[in-house]
């Protein structure tokens, strides 16, 4: 079901410092997403979405969004993608994030987008020109292999075609790197996932990866999860019982070996294990720079 909802608020504080990211503001201009990846955390209870695949579209989101930024005092870098995907395909007809980009572009706000999507590369040109205060573009991949990443993330472009897309990021001088999680335990916990994944990402441009050996699971998100290892990897749910049972955290087992591949390789290829923040500044001081340089 396609559904067209009016949000009251737009742009969410992050609770500060956010070590992970940077992220001061975080934005969902859709809720429910089309890629519909098995192991997706926002089907959890807490989060009171009654059917993930079900999307609403915000359509109010870019009033509220041109409204809320000249408000702002301080700048500081916007998130996309924290609850959704913001290029999933439902965005190729209405262009939400396009048209958010520009309204910050205007403002001159930095972004990070965290996507699974090559449509990202609709909106370079916006892309470029934020960046000349900071953009980033990071592709979640937790498996090389097109054939794995069909099952686990059906209704996603395969990994293929995310690193095309971040090596023309790249090329443009876009910040772009990966978010390598989930790595699913027993199925994509090997020296060889990770060793194809930060090798292509190397040969595409990657400035940065980030790290998570493992995955979250709890109430709403473990049932959904297990159903689907039921019908395409039979006979796994029992294990993840046996090591996890009702554990938030589910460490793959050989997280140390697979976390030791994983930092050699960046240190070979030159690639950082943190991505590269924006400070956030007051506003104020902002307009005072812009100004100095202007008649300097």
């Known amino acids: 079901m396609i559904k067209e909802i009016h949000s009251k608020t737009i742009l969410n504080h992050v609770r500060q410092p956010?070590?992970?990211?940077?992220?001061?503001?975080?934005?969902?201009?859709y809720r429910g997403c089309?890629?519909?990846?098995?192991?997706?955390?926002?089907?959890?209870?807490?989060y009171r979405i009654e059917n993930f695949a079900d999307i609403h579209i915000k359509v109010n989101a870019l009033e509220l969004l041109a409204d809320a930024l000249p408000r702002k005092r301080v700048c500081g870098t916007i998130g996309f993608g924290?609850?959704?995907?913001?290029?999933?395909p439902i965005e190729k007809e209405y262009n939400l994030t396009g048209r958010a980009l520009e309204i910050i572009a205007c403002h001159r706000f930095p972004v990070h987008i965290l996507t699974k999507s090559d449509l990202v590369l609709r909106d370079l040109d916006t892309l470029r020109e934020i960046s000349q205060v900071y953009a980033a573009v990071s592709f979640t991949i937790t498996?090389?292999?097109?054939?794995?990443?069909?099952k686990v993330e059906p209704g996603a472009p395969r990994p293929s075609a995310r690193y095309q897309a971040m090596h023309a990021l790249a090329e443009a001088g876009i910040t772009t790197g990966i978010t390598m999680m989930p790595i699913l335990p027993f199925l994509e916990d090997t020296v060889e996932n990770i060793t194809q994944i930060v090798t292509q990402a190397h040969e595409n441009g990657a400035s940065y990866i980030i790290p998570a050996f493992g995955m979250t699971l709890r109430a709403g998100s473990r049932e959904y999860y297990y159903d689907k290892l039921d019908k395409l990897f039979p006979g796994l749910t029992e294990k993840y019982i046996q090591r996890y049972g009702d554990s938030y955290q589910c460490s793959v087992p050989n997280w140390r070996e697979l976390d030791d591949v994983f930092r050699r390789l960046c240190s070979r290829f030159g690639i950082a294990v943190k991505i590269p923040v924006f400070q956030p500044e007051k506003v104020s001081k902002r307009k005072d720079d812009k100004q100095m340089r202007l008649f300097g």
Do not use: V
């Not at 956010?18 to 201009?29: A, E, H, Q, R, V």
């Not at 089309?34 to 807490?46: G, P, V």
């Not at 498996?143 to 069909?150: P, Q």
């Open 18 to 29: 956010d070590t992970w990211f940077g992220l001061k503001y975080n934005m969902n201009l």
């Open 143 to 150: 498996t090389a292999d097109d054939d794995l990443a069909a």
């Open 82 to 88: 924290s609850m959704n995907d913001p290029y999933m």
């Open 34 to 46: 089309q890629h519909q990846c098995i192991y997706c955390d926002s089907r959890s209870e807490c």
